[in-house]
Structure formats: structure tokens, C-alpha cells
């Protein structure tokens, strides 16, 4: 893979996670604050269960991709998942977390481009995101990132969904998608 480079308040690398990171999720989850947690997991996670790291950890660089954002000295700054819908093998859902020392710096940005690119590198056509309402900061910078991006509303959170590269001909919008974007607009 690609390593991805920007100078965001410091420099950071963007690469693959691997497989044996567990104490590197650890370290990511520290840095996030009860509130970030809960925007990142939709649910209030005191620690990662081992369920959850296993799950997080289960990377095969095609239908399950983490990409880590790290500083100069080595310290994981934010983390990007992708995981290809099993049904659909074109969509996948992408979820970002970035720790709060970090927020606002251009690392979710440089981790929603790069999880992007490798997801349409492997054939995914269309990414979603299921946001908190709440979770403005998240919703804006899906928005920023994806030039064509649909929002609807499903059990409680937004579902941002972008299309990537070519296909646009072929994807459909409905009017609940209409709807929903036009209810975002009125808040």
C-alpha cells in the first residue's frame, strides 16, 4: 500500500494496521474521550471488549481494511476501517475516529481520502457512513470529502452514503434519500 504523508499540525504517516496492533487500539481508545467513544461507537465503551478488538483486529487488506494515522514520533493520532458489505461486494461502510488531541488538525480528513482510495483500489463503487446525528463534525467532513453524498436516516443515526469513481449512471436516488436530505437541510 500507498503510505499517505501530510503535515496536519506535525506530520503523519497514514498505513495498513496489522494484525498483532492490539496495544496500538488500546492506545487509540485512551486518546479518545468518553464523548468521542461514544460518537465513534454509538454506545458509551469504557475499553474495547475482546470481541470488539478481535473484530477491529480481523484485517485482510481487500473486504476488511484499517488504516492508522500516526505523529512523527511513532504515536497513533486516528484510525480509518472499511468493511465490504457481504450482500453488495461494490458497498462497504467506513467508520473514523481520531483522537481528541488531534481533532480538528486534517487527520480525519487525510484518513477518510486515503480509506477511500484503497476501498475503490479493490472494487468498492459505493462507501457509507452511519453517523450520530449529533456527530456534525463527522457529517461535515463526509460531506467535504465524497462530491456526490446521500443522506438518509435509519435507527437513530444518519447514513451518509458517497459514490466512488465511476458509476454514477447506474446508482439510483429515492426518494427517501430525497427526503431525508431535504429534513437535514431543515435542521
Do not use: K
Not at 11 to 21: G, I, Q, S, T
Not at 61 to 84: F, H, K
Not at 180 to 186: C, E, Q, R
Amino acid at each position: 500500500m500507498a503510505r499517505y504523508q501530510a503535515t496536519v499540525g506535525g506530520r503523519v504517516v497514514v498505513r495498513d494496521l496489522r494484525r498483532d496492533e492490539g496495544d496500538l487500539l488500546d492506545a487509540l481508545m485512551a486518546g479518545l474521550s468518553p464523548h468521542s467513544r461514544y460518537l465513534r461507537f454509538h454506545v458509551p465503551l469504557p475499553a474495547l471488549s475482546a470481541d470488539t478488538r478481535r473484530a477491529l483486529l480481523d484485517v485482510d487488506g481487500r473486504d476488511r481494511i484499517a488504516l492508522v494515522a500516526e505523529a512523527d514520533d511513532g504515536t497513533p493520532v486516528g484510525i480509518a476501517r472499511m468493511s465490504r458489505d457481504r450482500r453488495a461486494s461494490g458497498d462497504a461502510e467506513v467508520a473514523v475516529a481520531t483522537v481528541d488531541a488531534w481533532h480538528r488538525r486534517g487527520v480525519g480528513r487525510l484518513l477518510v481520502t486515503a480509506v477511500a482510495e484503497r476501498a475503490r483500489a479493490v472494487g468498492v463503487r459505493r462507501l457509507s457512513a452511519r453517523v450520530l446525528h449529533e456527530n456534525r463534525a463527522a457529517i461535515a467532513l463526509f460531506r467535504s470529502v465524497f462530491p456526490i453524498c446521500l443522506t438518509r436516516w435509519d435507527d437513530g443515526a444518519v447514513v451518509l452514503v458517497a459514490l466512488l469513481g465511476a458509476g454514477v449512471d447506474d446508482w439510483t436516488v429515492t426518494t427517501e434519500d430525497v427526503f431525508a436530505d431535504l429534513v437535514d437541510m431543515a435542521r
